[in-house]
């Protein structure tokens, strides 16, 4: 059984940096995509940032240059650094570890929560 756990979620006055980090089990995840979306209230879940198998990234427009994904396959983990952080920014983050042929091998975290506030 798949299971990912997030962590790293808080509060950060603007201008701030946070890791997020997610560990994955109960499987091998070399042949996954993984990424980082968010949901602020009242919107609808977005992408934030992926990173392919062969760590291939891309971005959304708006954290361009602020944040930066990573993978580590041996340690089944993905983690998304977030600098210069705005109040836009604030969201719950999930992590999603996603088959790239097996489209129902598509796994979520439980999300963790970022806020940004003076």
């Known amino acids: 059984q798949v299971q990912l756990v997030e962590s790293g979620g808080g509060l950060v006055q603007p201008g701030g940096s946070l890791r997020l980090s997610c560990a994955a089990s109960?499987?091998?995840?070399?042949?996954?995509?993984m990424g980082w979306y968010r949901q602020a209230p009242g919107k609808q879940r977005e992408l934030v940032a992926t990173i392919t198998s062969g760590d291939r990234t891309d971005y959304a427009d708006s954290v361009k240059g602020r944040f930066t994904i990573a993978r580590d396959n041996a340690k089944n983990t993905v983690s998304l650094q977030m600098n210069s952080l705005k109040p836009e920014d604030t969201a719950v983050y999930y992590c999603?570890?996603?088959?790239?042929?097996?489209?129902?091998?598509?796994?979520w975290g439980q999300g963790t929560q970022v806020t940004v506030s003076s």
């Open positions: 109960g499987g091998t995840f070399n042949n996954y995509a």
């Open positions: 999603n570890f996603r088959h790239r042929v097996v489209r129902e091998r598509n796994y």
